[in-house]
Each structure stands twice: as C-alpha cells, then as structure tokens.
C-alpha cells in the first residue's frame, strides 16, 4: 500500500486514493450485505481510522474517507479481522435485493458468478480499466436501471422463456441494445466485449467501440433470437441529468431519477469519490426508489438513506444497533445512497423509520434532500472553498418547491465536481469568488454569476420564488427554468 491509486481509479481497501481530505477507500461486501454487528464493527473501525465520516453512493459502495497510510493499513486488517469480505476485479453488480426479491424475474447472482469466473479465466481483469463494469439486473422491486455499465443485462420475459437483453454502454435510458439472448450467449457476448475493450487499453470503455464492433456483437439484427448469434470470438474479427441533451435545449417535461450515473459522452463510471452522477432524463419510467417499505418474502426490507451521501460514523452505529434491537438481520448498501434493513418484521419498521428521522437519515423518497448533489466541501476537504452541504441543508429546508423530481441541484465545493461529474441544471460551485452558479452545465463551466458562499442559498431562493410565480399549471421545475433562460435565471441568483 505504499503507492496510492490516482483519481479516476476504484479505491479499492487495498489501494486507497489521495483526496482533499486524506485517503479515501471504497469496499462492498462479497456476501451483498452485512449483519448489523459486522456493520456496526466496520463503522467503528472507520471511526478510529477516518475522518468520522461514512458515505454510501449512488453506486451502493461504502467509502470511509481521511485516511493516512497507517490508518487505511489498519483499517483494511481490521475489517479482515471481521470477517468481512470485500469485492475485488472488475465490478459485476447485481441489485440490492437480488435472490430474495419475489417481483424479480430471474435471480442474477449465478450469472454474475459466471461472468466473473470468464473474466478471470480470460485474463481480462489485469487488461481493464479500473472503470469498467458490468451489471445484471434480474429485475424486480428494486431495479439496476439508473446505474451505468459498459455492459448491462437485464432479465426480461419472453415467448422463449426468460431472457437477457443486453445493452452497452450506458444506463437503462442511454445504452446501446445489442439483443436478447438467453443465460449462455449473453454470458458470452458480454465477455466478448470486454474482451474487445481490453484490446483498445486500460482507458478504454464500451462507448469507444466502433460500430462496426457493436454490430459484430449484435448480429444483423438489433435483437436477435439466439438461433442466430453472431460468431463473437475474439479471434473472427470484431468482436448514456438530462443525459444526451440539455436542459435549455429543450422546453419540455422531462423526468428523472434520482440521482444516479448515467451514460452519454461521459465516463462510464463516476469519477471516484462521486455519491452521485448525471441526472436522469427522457422518456423512461423513474426506477422506484429504494427509500421506503419493500416487501419480502415472510419479512419487509426498509430502504433508509444518508443525506448527501453521509453521515456521521457514530450516528450509523446508533441506527444499526437500533435496528438490530429491532429484528433487523442483514444490512445491504443500494444504489441511490441508501441502507436496506432486512429481516423485519412490518411493526418494527416504523420504529426504526421514526428512529432514522430523528437521527437526520433520509426516510421518505420525496425529501428534497434526495434531489441535491453536495461534496463533504470546507468542513472536511481541503480543495472545498464552500460549506457545500450547509448551503444544501438550508436550499433544501427553504426551496423544497425548486427540487421537483425533474431536475438535480449540484453543489461542488471546488471545479472538480465530485459529487456529480455530469452536467445538472444548477451547480453552485466554490472559487476564490464565492460560489457561483453554472446553468445546465457542470462544476468545470465559468460561472455565470456569483454570491458569498454563506449567501448562495437565498441566491437558489430567489430562483425559487421566480419559478413559483411563472411555473404552468403541471409544469415541471425543469420546464420552467428552461422558458426563463440561463442569462435569467443567472441574473435571479446575482441580483436578489
């Protein structure tokens, strides 16, 4: 662990990343989730060896942050100690609830098992880049949809029986369909196109494939039956918020997710030490939540998420061991920044909802929290020149109406956008100016107005009450802001 992993890899536990606040690490369970004990064991670890700070993202990954080299080589054996073990290779991702849902159409884990085994075998793990992953969502409740892969398969019902519909390149929305097969050729196409990706290097994704690579995958056809694969051997030759478009290109309804990574021209995967990504858009059902009541078989599951992201170690440890009195027998990370208890019983859920309220967690899927994108900034990085998550607190406390489910507000305490590398339909982001605000763009774009960082709120609150007043009957807040244009919309925040 002497040499540390650069920006834009995976900070796995054995190979943490230099951040502004000290070395950050990213794990996920092998197992899917933890007992409440082991939760409780792994967040008092990251207590002793961290910053204080425990994140989940948007992927569903815990990170534990303001690490020295010391400290993250004790952390990593004390999670060892634990019994704890942790993903490593190349990330293929299942749902949170996979095999235990009674909605999903297939249980993906023991294709995942074979996709990973073939990736090993292949010798493809060295080949490819710390990005690059895939998933597999059996479907059900709790989908894989807003998450981005280089390669998806996701179950689907046919004449045929049960099926994979593969895609590359992007989330549910953005990726590019390559066919619907059954559980051998898709394990197939998708090993051979990462095979295809590690031949083009380590910087490499699925979006950077030619066409003439897609259709060798695909076949002749966008969606073909497998009595008619395509030859996809490596040696036979060949081998995407508001994604894809803007917010001010467009005055029209437009839905999102929460806030998730998505495809488009961006990277794959979010840049490390991201909670959040691109916001969502197009035309496409909203994946539920995972905030909230699920039912299981013969037990509920209780979905409950960390505002922006984090949350203080210790208060964690209070909830899982609230839990735990509870009933509460396996704790699972989901992606949307979100904890699922499992193994309740329904009375005891509400008790533990009350609980997690009361500790400042995330309980309901409409909390406006859910909409705002915020970097730990000043308080616990130091490239941070703004209170990031202080300025959302009180956006979210004062300007609930603005952060409609059309729309992702970003709050970036430098340019470098962590919390959301993609573009959002309002970024404060914090310079030697103050915080100014960038209009459908991302953290890295100039400003078109600034305010003191400790005003930029009543600044977003300005835009509030302006869209109040001019907002149409069933109109989203995106649609609005995009009829008052970016130089107005600019002039608000400056102004008032």
Not at 74 to 96: F, W
Not at 208 to 237: C, E, K, M, Y
């Amino acid at each position: 662990m002497n040499a540390f992993s650069r920006r834009g890899a995976c900070p796995a536990l054995g190979a943490p990343m230099q951040t502004g606040d000290g070395l950050l690490v990213r794990l996920n369970p092998v197992a899917g989730g933890l007992s409440p004990k082991s939760l409780v064991g792994l967040v008092e670890s990251a207590l002793r060896h961290g910053n204080g700070i425990v994140e989940v993202t948007a992927r569903g990954s815990l990170q534990i942050r303001g690490l020295t080299a010391e400290s993250a080589r004790l952390l990593a054996a004390e999670v060892d100690a634990l019994g704890i073990a942790v993903r490593s290779g190349v990330p293929v991702e299942t749902g949170p609830l996979a095999g235990i849902d009674p909605e999903e159409v297939v249980d993906p884990r023991p294709l995942a098992e074979r996709i990973q085994t073939a990736i090993e075998e292949a010798g493809l793990t060295a080949r490819l880049g710390p990005k690059v992953s895939v998933v597999i969502d059996g479907g059900g409740q709790l989908t894989m949809d807003a998450v981005t892969a280089d390669v998806r398969l996701k179950a689907v019902r046919a004449e045929a029986g049960r099926q994979w519909s593969v895609s590359v390149a992007g989330d549910v929305r953005s990726a590019r369909p390559l066919a619907t097969v059954d559980v051998d050729a898709a394990r197939d196409i998708a090993v051979a196109a990462l095979r295809m990706v590690a031949e083009k290097g380590r910087g490499a994704h699925t979006r950077d494939l030619s066409d003439r690579q897609w259709t060798s995958l695909a076949g002749r056809h966008s969606f073909a039956p497998p009595s008619v694969l395509p030859d996809i051997s490596p040696t036979g030759g060949e081998i995407s918020s508001f994604a894809g478009g803007s917010l001010l290109a467009a005055n029209s309804l437009v839905s999102t997710s929460a806030i998730g990574e998505t495809g488009g021209a961006s990277p794959i995967s979010p840049l490390v030490g991201e909670m959040s990504g691109r916001t969502e858009g197009g035309a496409v059902e909203r994946p539920r939540s995972p905030i909230g009541l699920l039912n299981l078989n013969n037990s509920h599951a209780l979905g409950i998420a960390l505002p922006f992201g984090s949350m203080p170690a210790q208060t964690l440890v209070d909830l899982a061991k609230q839990a735990s009195e509870l009933g509460a027998t396996e704790i699972r990370l989901a992606p949307g920044r979100a904890l699922l208890f499992l193994g309740l019983s329904q009375t005891a859920c509400s008790p533990l909802q009350s609980s997690a309220a009361l500790l400042g967690f995330v309980t309901s899927p409409s909390d406006p929290r859910t909409r705002i994108a915020a970097c730990p900034g000043t308080s616990a990085c130091a490239s941070g020149r703004i209170a990031t998550r202080a300025i959302a607190e009180k956006i979210a406390a004062e300007s609930a109406d603005l952060l409609d489910p059309s729309l992702t507000l970003h709050i970036s305490g430098c340019a470098k956008g962590c919390a959301h590398p993609g573009a959002a339909a309002l970024t404060l982001v914090g310079d030697e100016n103050g915080a100014g605000l960038v209009v459908d763009g991302t953290a890295k774009a100039l400003p078109a107005g600034y305010r003191p960082g400790y005003d930029a709120a009543r600044g977003v609150a300005a835009i509030a009450a302006a869209l109040q007043n001019a907002r149409h009957p069933g109109e989203t807040a995106a649609a609005c802001l995009a009829r008052l244009g970016a130089a107005g919309i600019a002039e608000l925040y400056r102004r008032n």
